[in-house]
């Protein structure tokens, strides 16, 4: 499998811990992006990159949130202190440069903050 | 006003019926439009892409982009049960943003 690819898929963890999501983009992609969904809204942004170098990111993206992608090919998400509201589905995507703005989402990772 | 609105309906239709999906915008500096076709707790993926207005087919699918009416339709020829699913809009291109903005979404059911 060739797509973006996501770990883990589902997560649950009680309020106050600290998750951490994986992302490996499609090979040779060297723009990455996090969104998140909630249940009945369209993926909202939350940051990007261009190889190692996080480019753009939301205001939803609060101190508690910190993405990394040392290398310029995986990435992680990190969630501190987790709430209630985090609960949600973290999809990321990447595109290769010079392809226009589609961009390729991976199958989510699914957060339950209990 | 959102960015982008997008009926969440649900939307029933039987099989073999046309499909009409659309969003409205607000900005005017969106140049890319998108939908994507979203299975239930499956990530998004991509169905169709414009740049700037006019019509793209592909298939069953079809694609309108009217800028001057900041409207965006797809269309969805001989409807098929597997064609049900969440339809998402997104756009972008404001300021050179990489950010996509993506409407509510649409679900749809293809009855047999």
């Known amino acids: 499998d060739t797509g973006v690819s996501q770990d883990p898929r589902h997560k649950i963890t009680k309020r106050g811990q600290n998750v951490t999501f994986r992302c490996d983009p499609i090979?040779?992609?060297?723009?990455l992006y996090w969104y998140r969904q909630t249940l009945g809204q369209g993926p909202e942004f939350l940051t990007y990159?261009?190889?190692?170098?996080?480019?753009?990111k939301s205001r939803l993206l609060s101190d508690r949130f910190s993405a990394e992608r040392p290398k310029g090919s995986f990435s992680t998400l990190e969630i501190q202190r987790t709430e209630q509201g985090d609960s949600a589905m973290y999809l990321c995507?990447?595109?290769?440069?010079?392809?226009?703005?589609?961009?390729?989402f991976g199958e989510g990772s699914w957060l339950t903050v209990v | 006003q959102k960015e982008v609105e997008q009926d969440p309906g649900p939307l029933s239709v039987p099989e073999g019926a046309i499909v009409s999906l659309n969003c409205t915008y607000s900005n005017s500096a969106f140049q890319y439009f998108m939908w994507y076709r979203q299975y239930s707790r499956k990530g998004p993926e991509l169905l169709m892409y414009?740049?700037?207005?006019g019509n793209k087919e592909d298939g069953r699918f079809t694609a309108q982009v009217d800028k001057s009416s900041k409207y965006i339709s797809l269309f969805i020829r001989d409807s098929q049960p597997s064609d049900s699913a969440t339809y998402l809009c997104a756009m972008s291109g404001q300021g050179g943003s990489e950010k996509l903005v993506f409407g509510k979404g649409t679900k749809l059911t293809v009855n047999p």
């Open positions: 990159f261009q190889n190692e170098a996080q480019l753009e």
């Open positions: 414009t740049y700037s207005s």
């Open positions: 090979s040779e992609h060297n723009r």
């Open positions: 995507a990447s595109r290769p440069q010079g392809f226009g703005n589609t961009i390729y």
